[in-house]
């Protein structure tokens, strides 16, 4: 088959490895991120930052840049992204699949409470102070602001500039995969008695679940937006054929 061009919109650990896979394959891959991360990890392929300019900006930027294939490897809770992409994808003409990794499910000992969104996760802390972790990117922490009376251990990639205005609020730079016993021990040493999560899906980032159910914590989970329905795969590797068949359509249509 002929080498295609195909866009990777990513900003995970999994569009990573897929962009590399592809590359591998000999095909012509752009991964595209936002830009939110100071200091990405070195991605190993052609990346663009910034975003697009909506979805006009994107079916615009496929149809010049004569890519075959657009692959939506976003975070679960990149949503708008993942509709820009659809609506583009409709736009342009030129088609799109999605990793789609599946949420994590309640285990025996799991003590969730699910939420809309990260206001209503401050809300459901309730008003007796605890000790929170929280895990969230930076356009969802702010919302905690409304929950003063909590002491915040906030974890994040990049430093959270400004502070969050609260009275007690901890930093943590990390960045994942965090392994099991390593969040237990965190959860421990930090007297933690809530952890506040998304549910992402996959290990990377699922110690911190674990831990608390070995220690018995509840955790409030951010239920996940609703996508929009495209042709896609739970990992990298049950995707890899899906857009190898694409591509063969796509050669067929004479893109
Ligand atoms: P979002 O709300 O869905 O997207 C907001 C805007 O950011 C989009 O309209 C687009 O701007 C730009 N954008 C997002 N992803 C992009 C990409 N891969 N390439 C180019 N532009 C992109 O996204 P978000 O929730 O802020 O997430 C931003 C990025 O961080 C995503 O790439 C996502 O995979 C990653 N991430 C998000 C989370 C999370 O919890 N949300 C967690 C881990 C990683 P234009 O309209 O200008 O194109």
């Keep these: 088959m002929a080498a295609h061009r195909i866009l990777i919109l990513g900003g995970t650990g999994d569009a990573r490895t897929l ?3 592809l590359a591998n394959g000999g095909h012509d891959v752009i991964l595209s991120l936002a ?4 200091e990405p990890v070195a991605q190993g392929v052609p990346t663009i ?3 697009f300019g909506g979805a006009e900006g994107l079916a615009r930027f496929v149809t010049e840049q004569g890519i075959s294939l657009m692959v939506d490897a976003t975070h679960p809770y990149a949503a708008r992204m993942s509709r820009n992409a659809a609506e583009a994808s409709a736009r342009s003409g030129v088609p799109l699949v999605a990793l789609r990794r599946p949420g994590w499910e309640q285990a025996d000992g799991d003590r969730w409470t699910l939420v809309a969104d990260p206001a209503a996760a401050a809300d ?9 972790l929280l895990t969230l990117g930076r356009n969802d922490i702010a919302a905690f602001e409304a ?4 002491d915040y251990l906030i974890r994040s990639v990049d ?3 400004p502070p969050l205005d609260l ?3 901890r930093y943590l730079l990390a960045r994942g995969p965090f392994a099991g016993n390593d969040e237990r021990a965190l959860l421990e040493r930090e007297h933690i008695d809530v952890v506040v999560s998304k549910n992402s899906g996959g290990a990377a980032t699922y110690g911190k679940i674990a831990a608390a159910r070995a220690l018995g914590l509840p955790v409030i989970m951010i239920e996940r937006p609703v996508l929009p329905d495209v042709p896609s795969a739970a990992t990298v590797e049950a995707l890899l054929p899906m857009i190898e068949h694409q591509l063969i359509l796509a ?3 004479g893109v």
């Design 124 to 132: 459901a802390l309730g008003d007796r102070p605890r000790r929170v």
């Design 19 to 21: 962009a590399a896979r």
């Design 251 to 253: 050669e067929k249509r």
């Design 167 to 169: 009275p007690r609020a």
């Design 35 to 38: 830009g939110r991360t100071a």
């Design 159 to 161: 430093r959270v500039d």
């Design 147 to 150: 929950a003063p009376q909590h």
């Design 49 to 51: 930052s910034g975003g």
